[in-house]
């Protein structure tokens, strides 16, 4: 895990340590030096930490005027022993919330696990985007993550599964990947697995 990197096509575009609206501004990587771990295992110190012992993020970009963040996650989601949401929701997505940020895309490939347990995190968050029609979509999740996630009944308030599975975003724009998943929810097109 300590080679898997965050995304930085995008670094010419935004980085969250220096926007003074983003939850990470100041925030100080080491390039060399390994000092976040997932249970026994280091990961890339590129990582940032929002409070959470087994998931950790990187905000890959967010767009103020449109009103969306593109935030990328590594490790294991773990709502039922570590309460990650409550981290998630209260130290990353409460301070977007306050800057306008209401659609949310997470980069879920590098999650790879996921442990439910209480929903009202989520339904809190859904809550505080839905009345500026906002979403939540966890993007390229794996089968085994969303089956969990489905039995913790996540559907009702995040948009994942088949639809917003093997997509190529790499390549792209955030605007052009923020379009596509606009256009994905907006056609009516929610909960399909």
């Known amino acids: 895990m300590h080679d898997i990197e965050p995304f930085t096509l995008w670094r010419d575009e935004y980085i969250a340590a220096e926007e003074r609206r983003s939850p990470f501004f100041g925030a100080r990587n080491s390039l060399t030096q390994y000092t976040h771990k997932i249970y026994n295992y280091y990961i890339h110190p590129q990582w940032d930490s929002f409070g959470s012992n087994t998931l950790y993020a990187k905000l890959l970009f967010v767009d103020y005027s449109q009103g969306y963040a593109i935030l990328e996650l590594i490790g294991e989601w773990n709502d039922c022993l570590y309460n990650d949401i409550m981290y998630l929701k209260r130290y990353v997505v409460d301070p977007l919330i306050s800057q306008g940020i209401v659609r949310y895309i997470l980069l879920c ?71 596509a998943i606009e256009g994905l929810v907006q056609r009516g097109q929610r909960r399909l697995y």
């Open 109 to 179: 490939e590098q999650v790879l696990n996921f442990h439910g347990d209480d929903d009202s995190y989520y339904e809190e968050w859904y809550d505080d985007t839905k009345d500026d029609d906002g979403w939540i979509v966890c993007l390229n999740t794996l089968s085994h993550v969303v089956e969990e996630m489905q039995s913790t009944r996540l559907q009702h308030y995040l948009h994942f599964g088949k639809l917003f599975n093997n997509i190529n975003w790499r390549p792209h724009k955030p605007d052009r990947i923020y379009e």
